[in-house]
């Protein structure tokens, strides 16, 4: 048997002249530092708690939510965008189905209504926009509206019918359908304080 340290071959009797140690006193120590080392390992499996062992694994769950919900807010705009489109296409999958059950002559019938309701629509969105513009740009710059703000000013003493400051405008309290055809009780003297406050409520 050869040095356990230096596997020096020639031996004098218990000890190693290469590398000058006692052979038994190197194999005693040498055991007794492995088996301190054993008792030192079972003595920390046996001493570790329950709430250490499962420290890292709610640890790690803990940061995966996190880095979810950080991801949540950072794209949450193309997230809800993508639920909503999901939503649609369910939607429009069931209408599809359901259609697909009636006949051809109820589908029919049912697109023509549709396009003649989003037609009036349309037909009753332009004609306001057109009566807008000539209230605006024709029908306040008239002789006629000149004469019924005359009359109407006249009539409550040039005073604003709410707070009875000076008055210098004259308020709808009602439009008619037919721009110019409203009755003179429909039009009230104001201020221009108390005309901008009629306008926002």
């Known amino acids: 048997?050869?040095?356990?340290?230096?596997?020096?071959?020639?031996?004098?009797?218990?000890?190693?002249?290469?590398?000058?140690?006692?052979?038994?006193?190197?194999?005693?120590?040498q055991t007794r530092k492995k088996t301190s080392e054993q008792e030192n390992e079972r003595d920390a499996i046996n001493n570790a708690s329950p709430e250490s062992s499962s420290r890292p694994i709610s640890l790690t769950a803990g940061s995966i939510e996190i880095r979810l919900f950080k991801y949540f807010l950072k794209h949450k705009k193309l997230i809800l965008a993508s639920i909503i489109l999901l939503l649609l296409l369910s939607i429009f999958a069931i209408i599809i189905k359901m259609l697909s059950t009636l006949p051809p002559l109820v589908i029919l019938v049912g697109v023509i209504i549709s396009i003649k309701l989003v037609a009036e629509r349309w037909l009753f969105k332009r004609q306001r926009e057109r009566q807008k513009t000539y209230y605006?740009?024709?029908?306040?710059?008239s002789d006629a509206w000149e004469q019924k703000r005359s009359l109407v000013l006249k009539r409550d003493g040039r005073r604003c019918v709410y707070c009875g400051a000076p008055a210098s405008q004259v308020h709808h309290k009602r439009y008619a359908r037919n721009i110019g055809r409203e009755p003179i009780d429909w039009l009230i003297s104001v201020c221009p304080a108390c005309h901008g406050k009629q306008h926002n409520k």
């Open 1 to 29: 048997m050869g040095c356990p340290k230096c596997s020096n071959e020639n031996l004098l009797g218990d000890e190693c002249p290469k590398c000058g140690i006692y052979i038994s006193k190197y194999l005693e120590v």
């Open 136 to 141: 605006h740009d024709d029908y306040l710059k």
